[in-house]
Each structure stands twice: as C-alpha cells, then as structure tokens.
C-alpha cells in the first residue's frame, strides 16, 4: 500500500467534514429569524481558514450566506480584557466568565507574570502581590495599585480598541454569532461578559460543555459534536479524541492576536499588520488543509448538499479509524507536531515520543493513538484495543460510581 | 378531565374563556414519534419530488434541530417557523420553492394520517359553548394557525375555535410561559378570565397558573405511554440509519 499524502487525505476525508460544518452552519443561519440584525463573526485565528472554507462551499453550491459573514480579529486575550474592565474602572471584582478565564488559564503563574500576559508591560517586582499565584482577587489587588498604573491603562486601552473593532464588525447587529473552532465556548462567554448589549451566541465545530456558575447565558452550539467526550457509540465525536489536529488543522501561520494598534485612526490587530495576512491565512500548499479546500473548490462544484451528505458518512468511518485505530502511516499524517498554549504565554504542547505501553496507557495531551502507532510496536492493535475498551466502559463505571 | 369535573373548573364567575392544547388534547397522536413522522413525510416528498429520500430526510432533521438552535441564539420562549425549517431543508439540495412547499404538504399529511379526534374535548368544547364562553386554541408548535386550521378540518371535519394562537405565531411558547400573557392582550381580556386545559404539566398546568390562568392537566393514558415507547424503540433503527442522535 502507497503512503498517503497530507493533501490526498485532506480532500477525501477531511473536505467532505469541513464541507457538513459548512453545510450545517448554513442551515444555521438560514434559521435565523431576522438575519439582516445577526453577523457571523469568526474568530481568528482558527476561524480565518474557517471563513474561507464556509466561502468556497457557497461559491461551489451556489448557495448565498444568509447571514452576514465576516472576520473578528480576537483571542481568548484580547476578549478577556473588555470582561475585566469593569472591574479596573471600578469597586467592583471580576465578573464570573473573566475570573474563571484568569483561573483556567493563570493559576500557575505568578501575577506579574499574568499581568505581563494581559498588558504587555513588566511589573516591578517590589509591588506587593507580584509573585504571588494568580488568582482574580490577587490579581485585582496588584492591578489597582499606583505601581500597576501603565498596565491597568493599557489592558483598558487595549480593551476599548477591541470593542471598536468588534463593534466594527459587527456592523451594527445586535446579534453576534461567534463562529470558532470550539471547545468550551470561552470567548463567547467572554464577549458576553464584556458586551452586555449585545446579544452573543456561539456556534463551535465541537462543544463540551463546562459549567461557570453565574456567567452569562450564552447559547453554544457544536454544529459537528455537541456532547461530554468520546464514545465508541458517536462517531463524531472522534474529534475530541484528538482535539489538537481540530485546533492545528485550522491554525494558520500567523500570531495569534494579541494587541490592536490605533494606526492613522484605524483599529488594526498584530494580526493584521503582518504583510499578505489574508494569504497566509489560507492553507499551505500540500497540507491535509490545502486538500479540505481542493474537495470544496472542485470536487464539490456545482453540486448540491446532496454531494456533502453523500460524502460525509465514508469521510467520517475514515477519520474515525484514523484516530482510534492508527497505521504508521495515519500517525504521520495527522501529526500536529508543537502547538502554542498562547494567550499571551510562551509554552508549547509537543507530540510525545514513544515512552512504552504504560505510559500510553496513561494517557497523552496530544494524542496517544498516535504515539503508539509511531512506535511501530507490535503491542499497537492490543493497546489501541485497549483504550478504546476504556473509553467504551466510562459510561458504565460512571453509572456504577453513581449508583 | 371529563365534562363534569370542567363544569366546576369554570364554574368561577370571571371565566369566560375556554382555552385548549391541540395536540394530544383535542387531536390525538398514534404515539409515532418525531423524527418517525419527519422521515415518513420526506420520504414521501421526495418520492412526489422524484429525489433520493435520504438526502432530504438529512436535512430535514438537521433543520429541525438548527431552528430550535437558532431559537435559542435568537429569539430564546420561541418557536420555530414551519415554512423556514422546510425551506432551510430543501434550499441546499436545489428544490427550491417548489421543493419546499411539496415537503411542508407531505408533513401535514403525514401528521394528519397519526392523529384523531379526542371526544372528551369535543364534549368540552360544546359544553362551552352551551356556557357561552368563547372558545380558543393555544399551542406549542411550528406550524402556523392556518396549519393547525388545515389540520383540524381534515382531522375533526370542523374547525372548532373562535382563535388560533401558535407559539410559531405568536412568537413566545408555553414551555417558556410567555404565550400566556400575549394572548391575554390579543384577546383583550385578564388573565382571570381564562381557563386552560391540556396534557403537559408543565406548558398546561403550571405555566398558565403561573399567569394567572386557571388551568387543568389531562394527562394521556398510561397504555399511551407504552405505545410511545414502543414507538420509540423503533425509531432508534431508523434514526441510526438517517445518522440523527
């Protein structure tokens, strides 16, 4: 059997997938009841190729957008510091969504670190509260000091930059739909927090759901998977059995944005200064990407949905297997390599090199089918077996557990 | 609830309206379920349409459960509106209009061909009337008045209430209670004067008590039940096979 190409599996299985999220988002939005007052905002920069991909799928079907569909330059940092506002303007403390985006993403650091992350600037490291751990009362209590002056300024200056881009873009809509990637809907609940007077929806490729008492009601919807994780029994929701090759797939080789800039009186992101942006956000030549786009620019030309529904079902057995059970061969083409934790932080996830069965067994951020299908051992089929089996028997010691 | 127990319900001086559910009050389903009844019209519209069923039993079901999505972005105590669900279900697949209205025909057809009349709720229809109440119908769903209306003509031979309010209409539901006040002012009456009757406990009983209606629950049998979940089982087949969970 030949090797597979990144490309040849992008058009064949990846595309007809890419092509339902499109398919599906329409439908979506050709239910909304007064379209001419709702804006699909995707979200950079996952939602940059996203936008391209649900462009190419009108252009084939011949299909129009019932809603308005454009870009919204943000990241889970710059759509936390409108939700933090209030609360550096005033007496008040965080908000729930804002505090619970500080504890999710800086619990291990330090709140110089943190405020290094939000506002770009250093502080001192004599302000009383710098090196402590983050969390959002601590937080508050070194923002508020006169030493932290410059940051506080300029996460409100950033703030209000975001919210006239984001104002923008919308267009005047009181509605925003923020389309993305997914998981959990942060940014949606961010936005919310930060922009009471819109009216804020998300609609993800995948969705788990993680409560936030007291944040706002945001209604989020995984139009690809919507659910608590993996079962053998949905197939779909092989996706969050390798999350990481979502969020890669469509991460392009650009920033992610972090600061807006008052350029000649125009709100620009980092994002957008960097020169060709709108080329770069499209997929690289020879990527599993670049073959989702061929499926939609021609093998989906000027077919109907009929096509995509027709498509989907195979292309979903296939990534299904490609994940659960991996060859070598699937292992080296869905390898994401190193990702960036970002929101303003300089780690990385990085794909874990064979460390035997029991670690694999253990478990893995990235993906551990993968691992073991890379290592070329011949404990691959009873492992993969194995972990499949795990994942078939949570709902029944979840049950037992409970009873 | 039967004649006599409605007789002491709207024995209060102030009532003067009559307020019922359609379905499962006065029309009765066979049990079928939902997505049963989507499939079975679509496979009947693409048969008149001359297309593959499978295609547009998919997007049926997907439209389904988008339009409640939408609802809840939106236009959160809503409902959805038949005539876009049908035509977000056929547009993609290039049937168009004509497509759209083949396929909102099949469903009524279909829904009609599951349903009969209740007599206990015509029997407190006419008792109303013999009252001299005015007699109205209030009900969750996405169909329009004028398809409810289509629907009882066909189901009961008879059109039997003085107004039609649908939550598709109207805009606001009984699950979510805000219907309750909406038809109080379109009927231009307090909502003491009104007394409602139907079989979910929630959007008949104890929603428009809420409102300040008064109201009465008629649950459907305990054998309907289990003719429900024999239905249900046997949906899960089918549902396997049009990829809906």
């Known amino acids: 059997m030949t090797a597979r190409s990144p490309e ?293 030309k000027g077919a109907t949905a009929e096509r995509v529904l027709t498509d989907a079902p195979h292309a979903w057995r296939e990534l299904s297997r490609a994940i659960v059970w991996p060859t070598a061969d699937d292992a080296r083409v869905l390898d994401v390599g190193t990702r960036s934790h970002d929101f303003g932080r300089e780690g990385t996830w990085t ?53 | ?20 559910d359609i379905f499962d009050t006065v029309v009765l389903r066979d049990g079928t379920t939902q997505v049963f009844r989507f499939v079975e019209a679509a496979e009947l519209a693409a048969e008149r349409l001359g297309v593959d069923p499978a295609p547009l039993t998919a997007m049926r079901l997907l439209s389904h459960d988008n339009a409640y999505r939408a609802i809840q972005m939106e236009r959160p105590g809503a409902d959805a509106r038949f005539s876009a669900l049908c035509e977000a279900a056929t547009a993609p697949l290039g049937l168009g209009a004509h497509g759209a209205a083949v396929l909102a025909e099949c469903e009524l057809e279909a829904d009609i061909a599951r349903l009969k009349p209740n007599p206990r709720a015509l029997a407190m229809i006419a008792e109303a009337r013999e009252r001299g109440m005015r007699v109205i119908a209030v009900s969750d769903t996405w169909y329009s008045a004028g398809d409810v209306e289509r629907l009882l003509l066909s189901v009961l031979g008879e059109q039997p209430f003085d107004a039609i309010y649908t939550s598709s209409d109207v805009g606001a539901s009984k699950h979510g209670g805000g219907i309750f006040d909406r038809v109080a002012v379109l009927e231009g009456r307090e909502s003491l004067e009104f007394i409602h009757v139907g079989d979910t406990l929630d959007a008949d009983l104890e929603n428009p008590s809420a409102a300040g209606w008064g109201a009465a629950h008629v649950p459907r049998s305990r054998w309907h039940d289990l003719v429900r979940l024999s239905w249900k089982i046997r949906t899960l087949p089918m549902q396997a096979r049009v990829g809906h969970s």
């Open chain 1, 8 to 300: 040849d599996f992008g058009r064949a299985v990846v595309g007809p997938v890419v092509a339902e999220f499109c398919l599906r988002l329409w439908n979506l939005a050709r239910l909304i009841d007064e379209p001419g007052d709702t804006t699909m905002l995707f979200c950079a920069r996952g939602g940059l190729p996203m936008l391209a991909a649900y462009e190419r799928f009108l252009v084939s079907t011949g299909l129009e957008s019932p809603v308005r569909a454009v870009p919204l330059m943000t990241s889970r940092l710059t759509a936390t510091r409108p939700a933090l506002a209030p609360a550096l303007r005033g007496d008040a403390p965080f908000a729930p969504a804002g505090a619970a985006t500080l504890f999710y993403e800086f619990s291990k650091s330090t709140n110089a670190q943190t405020v290094k992350a939000l506002s770009g600037f250093e502080l001192d490291a004599s302000v009383p509260g710098a090196h402590d751990l983050t969390t959002p009362e601590s937080l508050l209590n070194v923002l508020v000091r006169d030493e932290a002056l410059e940051a506080r300024a300029e996460i409100l200056r950033q703030s209000d930059r975001f919210d006239a881009h984001l104002r923008g873009a919308a267009g005047g809509a009181n509605h925003v739909m923020l389309v993305d990637t997914g998981l959990h809907g942060t940014t949606g609940l961010l936005v919310a927090e930060g922009f009471p007077d819109l009216r804020v929806s998300s609609a993800l490729i995948a969705r788990i759901h993680r409560p936030l008492r007291g944040a706002p009601d945001v209604p989020t919807h995984g139009l690809l998977e919507h659910s608590n994780g993996y079962s053998p029994l949905r197939r779909r929701s092989v996706l969050l059995r390798y999350w990481h090759f979502v969020e890669w797939l469509f991460e392009p080789e650009l920033p992610s944005v972090r600061r807006f800039d008052d350029i000649d009186g125009a709100i620009v992101s980092n994002l957008e200064q960097i020169k060709g942006w709108q080329e770069k956000a499209l997929p690289a030549k020879g990527s599993i990407l670049a073959g989702a786009f061929a499926y939609l620019e021609r093998d989906l």
């Open chain 1, 351 to 403: 794909a874990r090199q064979w460390q035997g069965p029991v670690a694999a067994l253990k478990g893995s951020v990235m993906w551990r089918e993968g691992e073991i299908a890379r290592a070329s051992t011949p404990l691959r089929l009873p492992l993969l077996a194995a972990i499949e089996l795990g994942y078939g028997a949570r709902p029944v010691l979840r049950k037992v557990r409970r009873a």
């Open chain 2, 1 to 20: 609830m039967s004649v006599e127990v409605l007789r002491g319900a709207v024995s209060a001086p102030t009532t003067t309206v009559l307020s019922l």
